[in-house]
Structure formats: structure tokens, C-alpha cells
């Protein structure tokens, strides 16, 4: 096996920046002696002492707002969820608090936060383990929000969300972190801007749009559609708050049709988002109204078969790309 | 400021500081009901004796303030110059948040003071925060952290006593308890009403607090603040005290008989009893008093003149602070 897990490469950049600023620290649920219930805090207490690598109990919603707490008195706080879903009991303190303060404050009080761990869908846990969370952080002004796919993107978003003096929601998968890349930066100086999405490949008929785990279905998709001779330009998102629009909006100029895909439910989601900045801005340059591949508008079923369909798969993108060239 | 049997120059001032909360206050309803000020109001009017107590145990050097809505007497104890919270109150570019928090919404970086929050018990969770911010800083800071008794029925009150008394933090979390929440009494929201016993399964160590009354006040926080400060932890102060109006400007306060608030008012009033304090001990001069009345009321109408005739908020700050 060749290159990185995911989950290497987000130690890494945490472990990077601790050592690069002292007001970095970690706080979340067995982050610390147990090494990450995913392990991807592995090392960190050993390299950085009990401290800065800290085993909060499980009261999320009282570390959060003590990792809000630190972030305005001077610290740089890493708050990890264990998963997204069990920031629900959280998310007060992330919209209400987090979000808002800068704003209310006039601009006196700064909060370098970021708020990272398990997002999306994982494999047969069932609706209240299995669920998309982009759309409801990627809603909230005051908010910076990251979903990268690629392992060379984590690491370098992951930086530049710690280095921000913003709120970051930094959103991860379960599934996603035993994933190997090439191609990332040995250099601690290195980082990805947050608000960049990236053409990951450039095509001429179809624009698609993803981030995160469907990432790998598009990219899959496009292989396949190769032999039906269809040319995909792929945009990976990257970032979902600020969004860049302009980066979608030049694409579709060039291929003029779009699908858009994610994981999460359709209403009200990142694709809906997307569809109404096209329609505002590049509604002349669309040969075909813009599709979207998305998962189904139910809480996530148990069952294997059920859960299958819940979520997009790969013959739906192909499916709909190919619906445009009927 | 050390407990001890005050002078009657520091008793001059604490009088003076509670009048500043009081007409700053009542300016406030005034102001209020000529549609100056807009929205959620809560006002401290009764309860002063704990915010001008507190300020005299709080070091303006190194210590924080966090607290809820009912803010702006413990802004006014911060040092924070009336002019600014007034403008704030009347949602002018002048405010100390440029007219975008209001009422419940104030902060000073500078003197570390981290609002002015709007959820009930939100601030005990920050403050937990805030006081491991002095600990890893290793600042002697300590954090004060007021709520209210009915903030004492949310489940981050206890996550927070659990973490802070785990990790040692120097922390004084002060229960105002003024025995209403909102419309709620204490006896019909808490199964025990003693609210300073509340720390006790977190080995959090609790005092009840006559908060009507200054001395008490500062004798009890120069207590828990030096045990927060000396590394042993936190503390709870269970502030007795009691507000005169409704919960906000818009509460008519129907939930209790107009008896029971002028009994408060007769009998324990925190203004008067600083007053009478002072009486007993030289016998008072009307004249000094006058001198601190008329000090006070050019203050507050000076805040208020300055909130008036300040601008408001230009189109562009709408689109500020909301990132860096």
C-alpha cells in the first residue's frame, strides 16, 4: 500500500501546528489516553502532555461552551466531536455563541475556534449516527465551513482552519479516514485556503459538484462516462462556507450543464445552495436544467438494502449525467 | 479589597456606585418607554449590592467577567464608561458594540469582560472556559461567572461544576438568585432552593449570600475568590437578592403581590441600608449625599444626552464583524 491514511495526515497537521503555537490545544472524548475513539489524535499526548491534550467527559454541550470560553480569553482551541451527531447537544454553543460573538461584540471579541470531527454517512448505524451536517453549519453567517476529500487538502485546510481567527466547522467521515492518498506536503508550512474550491479535472460537457465522501463516486462516475464519451469537469468544493461561486459559475459557462451530488438530504441542502447562485448568475450559459444526486428525504434506515438506497450512488451520477445527452 | 469593617469613605462609595446601577437603570426604563431603547431590556434595579460589591473583590488586572442578559450594571461596575453602554442601549455606532448587541449583548475586550449572553446558563459553560484560559496562561486570573437561579436548572451548569472542579479551575460561579425566573419562583422551579448546595455532588464548596446587603457580598467574594485563586478551585456564591421590576421591561410582574416587593423595598433595600450603615456610624450629612445624588445624575444624563445625539449604525456595519 502506497501513501497516508486520512487519519494520519489530520494528526499530523494538529500535531504541526501545536507545536507551531503554544495556544493550541486539543479537547474532545478520549482524545487523550485512549488516543481517539477514531484514532486520530494517536501520539499527541505523549508529544504534548495532559495540558494540551485533554479527556473531556462526555458533556458536549459543557465543552463546547468551555472551548468557546478559552477561545475568546486567548487560547486556539481544537474541539473534537466524536461524531457531528452529538453536537445537536451542542449547537448552542456553535451558532448561538461561537457564530455570533464578533458580530455582537462589534468586533471586539475574536474566536479562533475549530470544531472537527465525524460528519455524513457511515455504514449501518442508523439514523441517529448516519447523517449530513453541511447544510445546517454552511446556513449560519459568522461560520467558515470545510468538507475536503482529498488527504493532501485535509492537511492543509486543517492548518489554515487552525491558523483562522474565525469559527471553523471542520467536517470529517468516518469511513474517510482509513483512505491512503499521495501527494501530501511534508512542509509544516504548507496550507490550503479556505474558500478555494479545486477543478480536480477539467472537462468540457458536464460540470459536476461534490465534497467529501462523494467525491469518490464522482470521480469514479467520470471514468466510467469517459467511455460513453462524455468529457466531466469535476469541482471539489472543498470549502462550503464561503462558498466559491465563482469557480462554479466559470465552469458551467464552459460546459453549461451541471449536476450537483452530496450526501445529506436535498431540502434546503449545499446543492439547493448551488442551484439558486447558477440560476443568478449563470442561467443564459445552461443548456439543461441543473440535476442534483443527493440522499434520499428520510431519517437513515438500518437495513443494508434500505441504507443503499438512502444514499447516492454511483450508477445515479452516471445515470443522470447520461440523462442530458439523450 | 480585604473583608473588614469599612470606612465611611468606602461606604460613600459603594452608596455611590449602587446609585450610579440605580438611576442608570431607571434612565434605562425611562428611555425604554419613549422607544429609544428597543427590544429585550432586563434591569438591575435591587439587585445592586452584588455587581458594586463584586467590583470591589474583581482585579481590573487580571480577573474576567462573564454574565447574562442583565448586563449592563456589571459593565457600569467594569469601569466602562456609562456613555457607551447607554449608546449601546439605543443601538448607536457609539456603543461598545457598534449598536449590534443591545441590552444583552455587551463586551469589553479590555477589560475582559465576555458579555452578555442572551441563553439562560450559556455563560456558566464560557466561563468554565474563560478560568482555564487563566489557569493555562498561568495569569492568577480568576473568572467570575454569574447566572441566575433559573440558569441553575440548565444541564450545563452541572457540566461545567463537573469539569471545573476535576481540573481545578479559578472560578467563582455567582448564582444571582433574585427568585423569579422570568414568572417561575424558586419554589416552584427547584426541588431544593438551596442553590448554593448545588456544587455539593462536585465537590464544589457553595455559600448562601445575603446580596442585599454590600458587606456581605464583598466578604463572601474576597473568600471565594482567593480559594479560586489559590489553586483549590471553584466556588458558588448563592447571592440572595431580589429585582424590583419584571423580568424585562415588557413583564408586568403579576406572579407576586405588590406587598411582597415593598416589603424587599422597606425593609431591605441595598441602597438604604449602605445609607443607614453610614448613619449609624458618624450620622449623616445631607449634604454628602446630595453631593454623590447630584455626581450621579449628571453621569447617567450625560450617558444619555451622548446616546441621543450619537448616529446610528451607517448601512456598511451591517456587513461587518461578521468574520475577520
Known amino acids: ?326 | 479589597m480585604k473583608a473588614q469593617s469599612y470606612s465611611v469613605q468606602d461606604l460613600f462609595k459603594f452608596y455611590g456606585n449602587m446609585l450610579l446601577i440605580r438611576r442608570f437603570e431607571e434612565k434605562c426604563a425611562q428611555l425604554y418607554r419613549k422607544g429609544v431603547i428597543g427590544g429585550f431590556c432586563h434591569l438591575y434595579i435591587g439587585q445592586e449590592a452584588v455587581a458594586a460589591g463584586m467590583r470591589e473583590v474583581t482585579s481590573p488586572d487580571n480577573d474576567s467577567i462573564i454574565t447574562t442578559y442583565r448586563d449592563h450594571a456589571h459593565m457600569l461596575m467594569c469601569g466602562i464608561d456609562p456613555k457607551v453602554i447607554m449608546a449601546e442601549l439605543a443601538g448607536k455606532i457609539t456603543g461598545c458594540s457598534k449598536g449590534k448587541g443591545g441590552s444583552m449583548h455587551m463586551f469589553s475586550r479590555q477589560r475582559r469582560f465576555y458579555g452578555g449572553h442572551g441563553i439562560v446558563g450559556a455563560s456558566s459553560s464560557i466561563g468554565t472556559g474563560v478560568a482555564f484560559s487563566h489557569q493555562y496562561k498561568k495569569d492568577d486570573g480568576v473568572c467570575f461567572c454569574y447566572f441566575g437561579d433559573g440558569a441553575t436548572n440548565q444541564g450545563q451548569v452541572y457540566e461545567s461544576f463537573n469539569m471545573a472542579s476535576m481540573w481545578k479551575l479559578p472560578i467563582v460561579y455567582i448564582i444571582e438568585n433574585n427568585f423569579y425566573a422570568m414568572g417561575t419562583s424558586v419554589n416552584r422551579s427547584h426541588a431544593n432552593i438551596d442553590l448554593y448546595r448545588r456544587g455539593e455532588p462536585f465537590n464544589v464548596p457553595g455559600k448562601a449570600v445575603d446580596g442585599m446587603k454590600i458587606q456581605e457580598v464583598i466578604a463572601a467574594g474576597c473568600e471565594a475568590a482567593s480559594h479560586a485563586r489559590s489553586g483549590k478551585g471553584p466556588v458558588i456564591l448563592e447571592m440572595r437578592t431580589y429585582r424590583y421590576l419584571g423580568h424585562s421591561m415588557s413583564d408586568p410582574a403579576t406572579y407576586r403581590t405588590k406587598e411582597e416587593v415593598e416589603q424587599v423595598k422597606s425593609t431591605r433595600d441595598p441602597i438604604e441600608h449602605v445609607k443607614n450603615t453610614i448613619a449609624k456610624k458618624q450620622g449623616l450629612k445631607e449634604s454628602e449625599i446630595k453631593d454623590i445624588e447630584s455626581k450621579v445624575s449628571n453621569i447617567v444624563e450625560g450617558a444619555a444626552d451622548f446616546a441621543l445625539n450619537s448616529p446610528t449604525p451607517q448601512e456598511k456595519v451591517l456587513y461587518e464583524d461578521v468574520l475577520i
Open chain 1, 1 to 326: 500500500m502506497t501513501g497516508i491514511t486520512v487519519r494520519e495526515v489530520l494528526r499530523d497537521a494538529m500535531r504541526e501546528e501545536m507545536a507551531r503555537d503554544e495556544r493550541v490545544f486539543l479537547i474532545g472524548e478520549e482524545v487523550a489516553e485512549y488516543q481517539g475513539a477514531y484514532k486520530v489524535s494517536q501520539g499527541l499526548l505523549q508529544e504534548f502532555g495532559p495540558k494540551r491534550v485533554i479527556d473531556a467527559p462526555i458533556t458536549e454541550m459543557g465543552f463546547t461552551g468551555f472551548g468557546f470560553g478559552a477561545a475568546i480569553s486567548g487560547l486556539k482551541p481544537i474541539v473534537e466531536f466524536m461524531t457531528f451527531n452529538f453536537a445537536m447537544q451542542a449547537i448552542d454553543h456553535i451558532v448561538n455563541s461561537a457564530a455570533k460573538t464578533l458580530y455582537m461584540s462589534g468586533g471586539q471579541i475574536s474566536c479562533p475556534i475549530v470544531f472537527r470531527g465525524v460528519n455524513g454517512i457511515a455504514a449501518r448505524v442508523a439514523a441517529q449516527h448516519s447523517q449530513c451536517f453541511a447544510s445546517w453549519y454552511a446556513h449560519c453567517p459568522g461560520l467558515k465551513v470545510v468538507a475536503p476529500y482529498f488527504a493532501a487538502d485535509a492537511k492543509g485546510l486543517l492548518k489554515s482552519a487552525i491558523r483562522d481567527p474565525n469559527p471553523v466547522i471542520f467536517l470529517e467521515n468516518e469511513l474517510w479516514y482509513r483512505q491512503r492518498f499521495d501527494g501530501v506536503s511534508q512542509d509544516p508550512e504548507h496550507t490550503v485556503s479556505i474558500g478555494k474550491a479545486n477543478v480536480v479535472k477539467e472537462g468540457n460537457d458536464v460540470t459536476i459538484v461534490g465534497f467529501s465522501m462523494s467525491m469518490g463516486k464522482v470521480l469514479e462516475a467520470s471514468e466510467k462516462l469517459k467511455s460513453d464519451g462524455i468529457s466531466v469537469e469535476i469541482i471539489d468544493l472543498r470549502t462550503l462556507r464561503p462558498l466559491d461561486t465563482d469557480t462554479i459559475i466559470r465552469s458551467v459557462k464552459k460546459t453549461n450543464r451541471l449536476l450537483c451530488v452530496e450526501e445529506g438530504w436535498p431540502y434546503a441542502g449545499i446543492c439547493s445552495e448551488i442551484t439558486s447562485q447558477v440560476m443568478e448568475y449563470a442561467f443564459d450559459y445552461l443548456d439543461a436544467p441543473i440535476l442534483r444526486v443527493t440522499g434520499a428525504d428520510v431519517p437513515m434506515p438500518y437495513a443494508a438494502n434500505l441504507e443503499k438506497l438512502a444514499l447516492p450512488q454511483l450508477d445515479d451520477i452516471i445515470s443522470k449525467v447520461r440523462s442530458y445527452f439523450k
